[in-house]
């Protein structure tokens, strides 16, 4: 039985990929901001274990996690939490960048150096769920995009210096997915939300398990999911 550490398992993306994990018998530690969320996170996945820390205090994670137990070993850590907040960079506040860059960058950096040993114990795997953000930035969507971009170079740099360890390393670039983050993009761009123009999140949990169970003669580094309508 595989264990994998799961960040944003409450909505969208994250809580897809955990029903998935959980339904087939899998260990989960679902990591959440507050005690209040994690005991929402565990009555949802019962068994699952859960971490608290705040991902917008990449700073306190240390300390967050060094009162908490940890597992001796982890196959995967799962980096699918994330904030969305548009505006011009001549609108965009030093606060607004430093929520997004925190959340989107910084702590999956933090998360993953501190868990780095429990994942070289089994040769697990590190996957980044990013965005096409990450791989083109447009009008108004500067501070995300820059936190993807960002995500994007964390996980080449720590697939070329974890190469010899035996750590797989997949960045995972969603479309726009049906979830509550794409309801608030809609608001910000005041546009109608319609959940069927957009890529289900179980399609994206799919496309992360295949990578997740690829047989270990190979390795996923990059895919891309793009709405199929």
Do not use: C
Not at 19 to 47: K, N, Q, T, V, Y
């Amino acid at each position: 039985m595989a264990t994998h550490l799961i960040t944003g398992a409450g909505s969208g993306i994250g809580a897809a990929v955990a029903r998935r994990l959980h339904d087939r018998g899998d260990d989960l530690i679902l990591f959440a901001r507050d005690a209040g969320r994690a005991r929402e996170l565990g009555s949802a996945f019962p068994g699952a274990r859960t971490l608290v820390g705040d991902l917008a205090n990449p700073d306190r994670l240390s300390w967050a996690l060094a009162q908490q137990t940890l597992p001796d070993r982890l196959d995967s850590l799962l980096h699918i939490a994330g904030v969305v907040d548009l505006g011009p960079i001549g609108d965009l506040t030093p606060k607004t960048w430093h929520e997004q860059l925190n959340v989107n960058l910084v702590a999956p950096a933090e998360l993953t150096r501190l868990l780095l040993p429990q994942l070289r114990i089994s040769h697990g795997q590190v996957i980044f769920v990013n965005s096409g953000a990450g791989l083109s930035a447009h009008a108004e969507w500067g501070a995300y995009a820059a936190s993807k971009h960002g995500l994007k170079a964390l996980a080449d740099a720590l697939r070329e210096e974890e190469r010899d360890s035996g750590l797989r390393v997949t960045s995972v670039y969603p479309g726009r997915t049906a979830s509550p983050m794409q309801v608030k993009v809609h608001q910000q761009e005041g546009k109608e939300y319609d959940a069927g123009r957009w890529i289900d999140p179980g399609s994206v949990a799919t496309t992360i398990l295949t990578a997740l169970d690829l047989p270990r003669d190979a390795r996923i580094d990059d895919v891309t999911v793009r709405p199929g309508r």
